[in-house]
């Protein structure tokens, strides 16, 4: 069996000079497959979204003449390829039935269902391709046929079959009868089989797939007709290549102009299987590479050529038993180094590139790539890049307001506000545990509703989410433990880390530091995520431990304060009660579970895939709802409660306000310490820096086609220094948080419809970001729903949130890899392409460089972990770089980092990106 290699996109990266046609698939019993005006509008190019080939003539058959048509754009076509058969009714009457169609992949017609299947990659006999190559060296060609209407195009045809000898003297009216037999198309019932030539009349009867028609403009068809006809002596063929194209009318299921016929008709013979030849026939058609060909093709020979090309790269599968279908994945690999030789262009082979093109093609993706305005491209002017992202993305204001008028942007809304509700409210809990109450859920709902606002506001990124992470966490921990092991005011040093973090980020943006992010590789990333992962989950079993310590299983118990139970009183903390450690650990346990396999369940194959991806959006908020209620049902046991003051008031009201002086509360700050601030300051902008700067690069990806662009300096500027401003009030600082902005941006694609959906546009407007800040800020009025929900629910989302992070980290799958055997690892280019051993080493430097950072976190020295989590970046320059070859290093530290748009079985916005949540 020979497999044709389809084009995979893969290429469109490594080989920037070519590119692919990006059609949109059929979609079954619809024409709504060629909306290409609308993808030329979006696109806003007179040529429109589709990428037209810059064609090398010569490499593409080699040693063969190519004439270039003056006709403009000929051969850069999309291809539409339609299979029919000579089939016969109840009756015992002929006519055309289509069986299968191309759009890049192939779609057959399931007759016992009576529906189309799902688009794949054709699969070929190889005999097929032999026979289909010897009907070619020896039927009836016709190229730039001048003919309008099917019936000249049959009487050439069929004139052409007599003179070369295929077809008898007699048979001449019958086979041209044959070739007007109306077609049948699914869902649509068979009709008699009256030929559409009656006399000197044409009978046209006009199929319409839907009552509105999509442009087709850049498509053109090609018609495959083959049967058996048992009044013909022996199989005949004819391949016809029209000059101009012409819409036949009742041929195809879509009206679309028709450039190419293919016919195929004979006896039944015990080697000649029609339908097989007929499916060979359309994959080459529908081949990009060959449809050229065929364009261009002044002679039968040359066509004989271009199958013989086909054949050099297809693959030949072995007659043999396969036990399973893991075997088959080398095969890829094999495929795609084929692919490449195939698409290389002929200068990488040592000849020159010719100055002529085929028709009008767009330029190549390097040339547009010089041409697009990059972000993080140095003017070596102070403050160059804060005018550029300013002059870049405001004159797109307007737009950012109106473009928010889709009913897509409420749902997005409503989506992401709990999706920025649940770590909020959790973090803060958490916080206000780190921090002995000096912030907690109000100032942390406080700070993402104010800077959320305004970040939605004048942001160069509005689909970034601002909120707390676990990096930031970590570091209020740290400095937290530092104060008052040092006896300073800690919500007073925040102030003075404010005042440095709004100098020390001037001063990075005036020098356009933002590029500096392009140093920072995913050999650093991971480290940082794995760290944050195992703080989570360490930090999540340390709780639950000190609550079964503070209430350990006994077997007798003093007689409990009746209204302790279930409560949250302070006065019952000292106190053991019975069952509470048990019931924590089931709450805790619970949530996490439920909030893991709802997430599992949103990309499994159960129920639609509407009702299936909301309730596993809403996974996190689902949990801890259940978890609560099953808390408040159990009356008899005690549970401690989130800590939330009344209405909009500090967490420690009787210690603090709103405003934070910065000469010091009951006590006055150090006046060395306001200088040393710098310190801590540095280490808070380095975690800023890295989480943001790195978000809006996943963010702002070309695969999802934002058009309006970003900022990195100004977004840099508004989050840092409202941060800064932040810590005057006692609030807590911020940055992008990763999952929850590419979260936001998912939920504002639109994909085109089809059976490989596409992305058509991002939404980018600035309101959805706003009003999920402003319902957050407003969450604090739900104080008295807030105190109902145990900490040790909270304790199973930060279980959560520390697995999942896990996941599209390649150092935790390589650590795995540790303990699986070598012909058990996974299809991977870091596998693959490196030794198994230097692999190894490769993981190991990063888990004696995790095992490091942990052990700085866990001494008094641990603000400096952003210091020396910085030095793994040099590490990574120049000292990797002499251990491993260039080659190592583009496959274990690559930034393969690959879109997800919750389309696919398995995967979800936790495995496009390796950085924390």
């Known amino acids: 069996m020979a497999s044709p290699l389809s084009q995979d996109e893969t290429f469109e990266e490594e080989d920037s000079q070519i590119t692919r046609l990006d059609p949109k698939a059929v979609q079954p019993g619809r024409s709504g497959a060629y909306d290409l005006q609308k993808r030329r509008q979006m696109e806003g190019h007179p040529e429109g979204h589709f990428h037209k080939i810059q064609l090398d003539t010569e490499s593409l058959n080699p040693g063969v003449n190519r004439k270039l048509f003056t006709n403009p754009g000929r051969g850069s076509h999309q291809s539409y390829v339609e299979l029919n058969e000579l089939k016969m009714d109840t009756t015992k009457e002929q006519f055309w039935q289509e069986t299968a169609r191309w759009v890049r992949f192939e779609e057959d017609f399931n007759e016992d269902v009576e529906h189309w299947d799902k688009p794949h990659v054709s699969y070929l006999t190889f005999s097929s391709l032999l026979e289909l190559r010897r009907t070619m060296d020896k039927g009836a060609v016709l190229l730039d046929l001048q003919e309008q209407s099917l019936v000249g195009i049959a009487s050439k045809v069929v004139d052409s079959m007599v003179k070369d000898g295929q077809v008898r003297e007699q048979d001449r009216a019958q086979l041209f009868r044959a070739l007007l037999l109306k077609h049948s198309h699914p869902k649509q019932p068979a009709s008699p089989s009256d030929p559409l030539l009656e006399g000197e009349h044409i009978e046209m009867e006009t199929f319409s797939v839907t009552q509105e028609r999509d442009s087709a403009e850049n498509t053109e068809a090609t018609v495959v007709l083959v049967g058996e006809a048992q009044f013909l002596e022996k199989p005949t063929m004819a391949f016809v290549r029209l000059k101009d194209p012409v819409v036949l009318e009742s041929v195809l299921e879509v009206e679309l102009p028709v450039r190419f016929l293919f016919v195929l008709l004979g006896p039944s013979l015990p080697h000649m299987e029609y339908h097989e030849i007929g499916r060979a026939i359309s994959t080459l058609m529908a081949d990009q590479e ?213 100098l020390i980020v001037v001063v990075i943006v005036a020098f356009e530091g933002s590029f500096l992010v392009r140093f920072i590789s995913r050999f650093t990333q991971e480290i940082f995520s794995f760290l944050i992962s195992l703080i989570f989950i360490y930090e999540t079993f340390f709780k639950l431990y000190k609550i079964f310590k503070q209430h350990p299983l006994l077997k007798n118990y003093d007689p409990p304060n009746s209204t302790a139970a279930n409560s949250t009183a302070s006065s019952t903390s000292n106190v053991s009660y019975p069952n509470t450690a048990l019931l924590s650990l089931v709450l805790m346990i619970g949530t996490f579970f439920i909030a893991f396999f709802l997430r599992k369940f949103k990309n499994s194959m159960f129920l639609p895939g509407k009702i299936r991806r909301i309730i596993g959006d809403f996974g996190v908020p689902i949990s801890i709802l259940i978890m609560v209620l099953i808390d408040f049902f159990i009356t008899d046991t005690y549970t401690q409660k989130l800590s939330v003051p009344s209405g909009l008031s500090v967490s420690l009201e009787d210690q603090r306000g709103w405003f934070i002086s910065p000469m010091g509360l009951e006590k006055d700050f150090p006046i060395w310490m306001m200088f040393a601030s710098v310190v801590p300051a540095m280490l808070v902008f380095i975690l800023i820096f890295l989480e943001s700067q790195i978000t809006t690069l996943i963010v702002s990806k070309p695969e999802r086609k934002m058009v309006k662009g970003s900022g990195f300096h100004l977004d840099l500027l508004l989050v840092v220094g409202m941060g800064g401003v932040a810590a005057l009030f006692g609030l807590p600082w911020l940055s992008a948080a990763t999952v929850r902005s590419v979260t936001h941006a998912n939920a504002l694609t639109v994909m085109s419809k089809g059976a490989k959906p596409e992305i058509e546009k991002v939404l980018e407007q600035r309101i959805s970001g706003m009003l999920v800040a402003i319902l957050v800020g407003l969450s604090i009025l739900m104080e008295p729903i807030l105190k109902l929900i145990p900490l040790a629910v909270l304790f199973g989302i930060f279980l959560y949130m520390g697995v999942t992070s896990l996941n599209g980290i390649q150092l935790f799958d390589r650590m795995l890899l540790l303990l699986v055997p070598p012909k058990y690892h996974p299809d991977e280019a870091y596998i693959h392409r490196v030794k198994t051993w230097r692999m190894h080493m490769f993981t190991l430097i990063q888990i004696v460089c995790l095992v490091l950072l942990w052990v700085i976190k866990s001494t008094p020295a641990s603000l400096a972990l952003p210091f020396i989590l910085i030095l793994t970046i040099p590490l990574r320059r120049f000292l990797l770089t002499r251990l491993f070859s260039e080659l190592e290093i583009k496959c274990l530290d690559a930034d393969d980092a690959k879109v997800q748009f919750d389309e696919t079985l398995g995967e979800d916005v936790y495995d496009e990106t390796q950085m924390p949540v």
């Not at 790269?313 to 088959?328: F, K, N, Y």
């Not at 993402?448 to 970590?474: C, E, M, N, R, Y």
Request: glycine share 10%; with cysteine; proline share 6%.
């Open 290 to 502: 060959f449809n050229v060909a065929a364009y261009l093709a002044e002679s039968r020979s040359e066509l004989v050529t271009g199958i013989n090309e086909f054949l050099d790269c297809s693959i030949v599968i072995p007659p043999c038993e396969i036990q399973s279908e893991g075997w088959l994945r080398s095969i890829v690999q094999f495929q795609r180094q084929i692919l490449k030789s195939r698409f290389r262009p002929l200068e990488r082979q040592g000849g020159k590139q010719p100055s002529e093109t085929l028709g009008k093609v767009l330029p190549s993706k390097q040339q547009e790539a010089g041409d697009v305005d990059d972000p993080l491209r140095r003017t070596r002017r102070p403050f160059g890049g804060l005018v550029k992202d300013i002059k870049r993305r405001y004159p797109h204001y307007i737009s950012d307001i109106t473009d928010a008028l889709n009913p897509q942007v409420l749902a997005a809304v409503i989506f992401i506000y709990f999706a920025a509700l649940s770590p909020a409210v959790t973090f803060g809990g958490l916080l206000g545990e780190k921090t002995k109450n000096w912030m907690g859920v109000s100032e942390l709902l406080v700070s993402t509703a104010v800077q959320g606002v305004l970040f939605s506001v004048v942001g160069a990124q509005p689909l970034l989410v601002i909120g707390f992470s676990g990096p930031l966490l970590v570091f209020e921990e740290a400095f937290f433990g530092f104060c008052e092991s040092q006896g300073f005011e800690y919500i007073v040093g925040r102030v003075w880390i404010g005042f440095w973090l709004i």
